[in-house]
């Protein structure tokens, strides 16, 4: 009699730079220092123990919680923080409710490739699923180049990399997921010079802006605003990718600025005299015709739903595509000196302002209700375990401050105000919404 296949690991190994990877530190800095620390590694744990997944319901968090010594609600924390960059995958989540990755099941098939037998459940497997969210392809771990040749084989995938260090693995594997954003902001990043080098370096072409995105300088606003001085930590496949695109090309045109914390640069730094480089980061931008969250927020209002967050006074910066327009113009007329410029409104609106300004252009009442904090809070944690939309992670979302400062653009184009006034802007997107 065949003996039974063998689903679960003995052990697993630990890349010894674990705490230095990018992804590790934002949880490590964020979520409380080594106690995120050690919910990640004990899920890891759980999870290997298990194969390469773990169900995650409330009965598995209080296990956990109560292995740990944790409250239940901050294990939930760390772990929908987890998905929210990407150290396990938001889709099997939503989908299964269970804890897995790509990278952990990279892991988990070279492992069993040393025993020549594996156990594979079809819908939880991420190697050949092409609308995987996840790119970490080992936070926790560091394979041999005979493990690696073979991983993907054993899951019916293609994958030959060789030797590699997690970090390497890590990046190697965003680069294969088209899908996830990062292919294709840093594809992007080398296109627009590629493409552009030849115009760049000839006398005609004199400036050179890039559009990228306050994300790309932190997910979270420490402190009173967001100023170009910030060291660039950005959460998700869309502020990563830009950063991404953004060292690419300070690279070709100020590569010593990519020495310094903030990536600052001026023309003093630009290898390529004559040229003046911009990279613009805007907060969120509306206007006529908008297409986003301001929609989403819109429809809301617009059907007399109450808001129930009228308790938190949170503030974040806008950016009216009348003022965007100006300083882009301002860019191309006068002699603005090269640099990264953070571009946002004047003036930061709540969300109740927000919603008292949507309900002034649509002429009805605003309905808030100013539910207090600590019910909500319950509210969200409740929707965390039976996967509602108003969860801890939306709920961090929507009631955060993200104020942008505008002071370094506004003081290189000689200017002490922005022409539009945030709420003006805001009126003309939102009535473009009624027509």
């Known amino acids: 009699m065949a003996r039974p296949k063998k689903r679960t690991l003995d052990y697993f190994e630990v890349d010894v730079g674990i705490a230095q990877n990018l992804k590790v530190r934002k949880l490590i800095n964020r979520k409380g220092g080594a106690r995120a620390l050690g919910v990640f590694m004990y899920l890891l744990c759980r999870i290997y123990k298990n194969g390469y997944y773990i169900d995650c319901n409330s009965d598995v968090i209080f296990e956990i919680a109560a292995d740990l010594y944790e409250q239940e609600d901050y294990v939930m924390e760390v772990i929908l923080y987890c998905m929210e960059i990407r150290l396990f995958d938001q889709g099997m989540y939503d989908r299964h409710q269970i804890l897995t990755s790509r990278g952990i099941q990279e892991r988990y098939a070279a492992l069993q490739n040393q025993r020549k037998r594996i156990s594979v459940v079809e819908q939880y497997d991420l190697l050949n699923d092409d609308d995987s969210t996840d790119d970490v392809s080992s936070e926790e771990t560091r394979v041999s180049s005979e493990e690696t040749l073979e991983k993907r084989h054993l899951f019916g995938g293609n994958c030959t990399k060789g030797d590699v260090s997690s970090e390497e693995m890590a990046m190697e594997c965003s680069e294969e997921t088209h899908d996830n954003g990062h292919n294709f902001g840093i594809n992007a990043g080398e296109k627009v010079v590629s493409s552009e080098e030849t115009h760049v370096t000839n006398e005609s072409a004199k400036k050179f802006i890039f559009f990228s995105t306050v994300k ?220």
Not at 233 to 243: D, H, L, Q
């Open 216 to 435: 790309s300088a932190s997910d979270k606003v420490e402190g009173k605003c967001l100023t170009e001085e910030c060291v660039p930590t950005p959460v998700g496949p869309y502020g990563e990718s830009k950063i991404k695109a953004e060292n690419y090309i300070i690279a070709h045109f100020a590569p010593k600025a990519l020495e310094r914390p903030y990536h600052d640069f001026d023309d003093n730094d630009s290898v390529m005299k004559g040229k003046q480089v911009y990279i613009m980061r805007p907060c969120m931008i509306h206007g006529p015709g908008n297409k986003g969250n301001l929609n989403l927020l819109y429809g809301v209002v617009s059907k007399g739903l109450p808001w129930p967050l009228g308790a938190f006074e949170n503030r974040r910066s806008f950016t009216s595509i009348g003022n965007l327009c100006v300083v882009i113009e301002g860019l191309l007329t006068q002699n603005v000196p090269s640099g990264i410029y953070h571009m946002g409104d004047d003036e930061a609106f709540s969300t109740n302002e927000l919603i008292q300004v949507i309900c002034e252009a649509l002429g009805k009442k605003a309905h808030i209700w100013c539910i207090p904090k600590g019910l909500m809070n319950g509210v969200a944690k409740v929707g965390g375990w039976f996967h509602l939309p108003l969860n801890p992670l939306r709920m961090q979302k929507l009631t955060e401050n993200y104020v942008v400062s505008n002071a370094k653009i506004k003081a290189a184009l000689g200017i002490t105000r922005m022409p539009v006034r945030a709420k003006d802007g805001l009126m003309d997107t939102i009535r473009s919404f009624k027509q």
